[in-house]
Every structure is written in structure tokens, then in C-alpha cells.
């Protein structure tokens, strides 16, 4: 069983619509969760951390759910440059183990 | 600052050649990692180091090595490269021991290409 698996997508969605992905993780001593953002053909980028209570940032919502061992990601109001892939990312253990899911793809239409 | 600095972008190389992929950080980040994206595999953490004179493998080693003579700079060696070894292959550098709070700055890549 993979570490982390996320929703395989892909999702297309209008501009201006709400969209949500969700990542499950099979460790439960995973001790720190993030979403990563990669554009085609670039580095993934630190999208945000996701704390236990939940946390937003803009129109960005994470939220864990450490009982179901799985952590979402809300986009609201999407827009043109939403478009990319969307990575989980969960640290296991002592910390020097990142395991990263295999991404979800997003794609906004105008 | 120019973050995590990768070379070279782009690499063909013919099997059982060797060569070393840089990677250079100036944010004094004493973690630093390697890993290798596939299609459908996602990141693979293939060597990773917590501090200079420090280096451990991580899920794909087979063919890699690495050192961490210093904290700024993190080579990967491919010993003999194998048409297997084709791939994006980033480097990562954290905040912190574990970097299990503060995530990773990835570099921008290196397209490599064994034939």
C-alpha cells in the first residue's frame, strides 16, 4: 500500500467555481502534512502547511482529519492560475521521510 | 538570495556513462535531499543528508551516491547510467533537522536523459 494517495483527477473546472481534493495517508504516526503546488515542467512549490485545526489561507482551505488519516485541500473561486497539479506531501516518523503523493491535476477553464 | 541552484537543466547521457548532478543551496539549510520524478510514480526520495559529513538513503539508492562535504553544496553521482536513470531529478533543502515543520525549497530540476 502506496504512503499517500491522492485523488487521481483530472479535474476541470469553470473560473469561479469551488473545487476539493483529498489525499489519504496509510502511516498513522505521519507527524507533519503539506500541500505542494507544481506547475507543467517546474519545481513543485510550498502551497501550505496543514495544521491539526485546520488553516486557510486566501482562497485556500486545508484541513486534516487525523481519525480518517486524510487531508484536503479546498480551493474557492477558482482562477486562470490555479491551473497546475496539486501535491500531498506527509512527513513520517523522525521527520527525515517525505512521502509525496503522485499529484492531482487541476485545470480552469475561462 | 538565489535559493536552491541546480546544474545542469538538461542532460543526455549514453548508458554506462557516469556524471554528477549539482545542487547548491545559500539559506544555510542543513537538510538536503534528492529525488527523482516519474510519470504515475510521483517523488521518489532517492538520498538525503542532515548535515554536512551526513548522507543516508532513501527509498530508490540503487545507482546514486552522494556526499555533503559542506552545508551549502549536495552532489549526486550516477555511477553508470542506465536507461532506468531517465528522469527529473530534484534537489530540496529544509529548515530545521527534520524539516518535518517548515517543508521543503525545491531546485528547478535537471531533465536527464540516458539513451
Redesign the interface.
Known amino acids: 500500500r502506496k504512503e499517500?494517495e491522492q485523488d487521481p483527477g483530472p479535474f476541470n473546472v469553470p473560473e469561479g467555481a469551488t473545487v476539493a481534493f483529498n489525499c489519504t495517508y496509510s502511516n498513522s504516526a505521519s507527524?507533519?502534512f503539506?500541500w505542494?503546488r507544481q506547475d507543467c515542467r517546474?519545481?513543485?512549490?510550498?502551497l501550505m502547511?496543514v495544521y491539526s485545526s485546520g488553516n486557510e489561507d486566501g482562497r485556500f482551505t486545508a484541513q486534516l482529519n487525523r481519525a480518517s488519516q486524510y487531508i484536503s485541500l479546498l480551493i474557492r473561486d477558482s482562477k486562470l492560475s490555479d491551473s497546475a497539479t496539486y501535491?500531498c506531501?506527509v512527513?513520517v516518523g523522525?521527520?527525515?521521510?517525505?512521502y509525496?503523493?503522485?499529484?492531482t491535476s487541476l485545470t480552469v477553464i475561462p | 538570495n538565489a535559493g536552491v541552484t541546480q546544474t545542469p537543466k538538461f542532460q543526455v547521457l549514453k548508458t554506462g556513462q557516469s556524471m554528477t548532478l549539482q545542487c547548491a543551496q545559500d539559506m544555510n539549510h542543513e537538510y538536503m535531499s534528492w529525488y527523482r520524478q516519474d510519470p504515475g510514480m510521483g517523488l521518489r526520495l532517492i538520498h538525503y543528508s542532515v548535515g554536512a559529513g551526513i548522507t543516508d538513503q532513501g527509498e530508490v539508492p540503487n545507482g546514486y551516491n552522494v556526499s555533503r562535504s559542506t552545508t551549502e553544496d549536495f552532489p549526486l553521482r550516477l555511477l553508470s547510467a542506465a536507461p532506468s536513470q531517465t528522469s527529473v531529478y530534484f534537489c530540496a533543502s529544509s529548515n530545521g533537522r527534520t524539516g518535518g515543520y517548515y517543508g521543503y525549497t525545491f531546485g528547478s530540476g535537471t531533465r536527464l536523459t540516458v539513451v
Open positions: 499517500v507527524q507533519s503539506f505542494y517546474k519545481e513543485p512549490k510550498l502547511s501535491l506531501v512527513n523522525t521527520g527525515n521521510q517525505f509525496f503523493g503522485t499529484g
